[in-house]
């Protein structure tokens, strides 16, 4: 059996267009990567909080923050989306400011709090926006029955996307500690590099990608904001007939919220308790990528023929151990057992909880619009219950 076939995929879609909007998740994997998870979360802590106390606190809040923002504002901007065919532009404007909100990371230093709070806002939460709206493209490029392997193939895609970038940092750390430098002259410079990575790697998927959308003919002769706030009502009314995706919907508020704990605070905890270097760090979270990367390509062939509740369901179980583990370390050896399982059980319950959105939606004829082709997917890729109220 062919690991691509050219039949997971709808009518008219060809594989380069596939291969476009998995470069979307090559991309941006180095964001999570390298700001969310290895790096930047102890530098935030460690340099820029000068070690206070409330220096996890305040991290913690931030992202807390800019998950609530997303909250708020995603669900407008993803009936928008629908009801004008926008997905690609709204795609395209909030990538290029993640970049900028990226780049602007590495002007943070020593105290410099604000600098920090509000880049990690914008970066963020247009790094949500971006995810959100690059799910919303499969159904319209997979089969139903397909959704898992092609969500996987996506997924596993994308963390060689953050092993790059990561692999990139790295080898400048280590360089830059050879000769003796201090965090505050390598780190921005990590920063510089994911950003540049994400900006040129996110140039195939606008070359690639298409927007099969058809606006709304009534969404012009309302304004953008007012129809997408009706849009999104109606959808909210309707919402109570679909019983299966309001319970995947509560089911993913609380799971993926576990999951942003875990990328938010592991590497602090490492460094903070276990006395982990910024250079082991780094290793670990690689290492992670790759357990990820072989958990979201093999895991995604078989959800679709054991079905993603199961699948779903046995990734969970595995956060669970995996947790445990963790508890259970008091040295990096159990810590660096633990961090693999979390890889594996990453990238499968990324791609087990990606591909039931659209499938469970689409089984439902009359399915408002914005809840079958919305920016819905891909929720929180390593990032509490954001994209998920899309819907």
């Not at 998927?205 to 709304?216: D, K, S, V, Y």
Request: proline share 3%; charged share 10%; with cysteine.
């Amino acid at each position: 059996m062919a690991l691509f076939p050219q039949d997971a995929l709808n009518d008219g879609v060809r594989k380069r267009e596939v291969f476009g909007w998995a470069m979307y998740d090559f991309a941006n994997s180095g964001y999570t990567t390298v700001v969310l998870t290895a790096v930047f979360n102890t530098y935030f802590v460690g340099v820029v909080a000068q070690g206070a106390e409330w220096g996890t606190l305040a991290w913690t809040l931030v992202i807390a923050a800019s998950s609530l923002i997303v909250m708020v504002t995603m669900p407008a901007l993803g009936a928008y989306a629908d009801l004008h065919a926008r997905k690609k532009a709204l795609l395209a404007m909030s990538t290029a400011a993640c970049v900028a909100g990226t780049g602007a990371l590495a002007a943070a230093g020593t105290g410099d709090l604000t600098i920090a709070v509000i880049a990690m806002l914008v970066s963020n939460v247009c790094y949500s926006y971006g995810e959100s709206l690059t799910a919303a493209f499969l159904p319209e490029l997979a089969r139903s029955e397909s959704m898992g392997r092609v969500s996987g193939w996506g997924w596993s895609f994308g963390y060689f996307g953050g092993m790059l970038s990561l692999g990139l940092c790295l080898a400048y750390v280590l360089s830059a500690q050879a000769r003796g430098l201090p965090a505050t002259e390598f780190v921005p410079v990590t920063m510089l590099i994911t950003a540049g990575v994400y900006g040129m790697a996110s140039l195939a998927t606008f070359a690639l990608l298409r927007e099969r959308a058809i606006p709304n003919p009534g969404a012009a002769q309302h304004g953008g904001l007012i129809a997408a706030m009706r849009q999104l009502a109606s959808t909210a009314r309707r919402a109570r007939a679909f019983r299966d995706f309001s319970w995947l919907l509560a089911c993913a508020v609380f799971y993926q919220a576990g999951i942003s704990v875990v990328v938010a605070l592991a590497a602090v905890y490492a460094e903070q308790v276990l006395g982990f270097k910024q250079a082991q760090t780094m290793m670990l979270v690689f290492l992670v990528n790759i357990a990820a990367a072989l958990g979201a390509f093999g895991f995604g062939y078989w959800q679709d023929r054991a079905g993603h509740k199961r699948a779903l369901a046995l990734t969970l179980v595995g956060w669970i151990v995996m947790t445990l583990l963790a508890v259970l370390a008091t040295g990096p050896g159990l810590f660096w057992v633990a961090a693999v399982i979390a890889g594996l059980c990453m990238g499968s319950s990324q791609s087990a909880g990606a591909a039931p959105w659209p499938a469970c939606l689409r089984r439902r004829r009359n399915a408002p619009s914005s809840m079958a082709c919305g920016p819905s997917r891909r929720a929180c890729r390593r990032s509490s219950v954001r994209s998920r109220m899309a819907w």
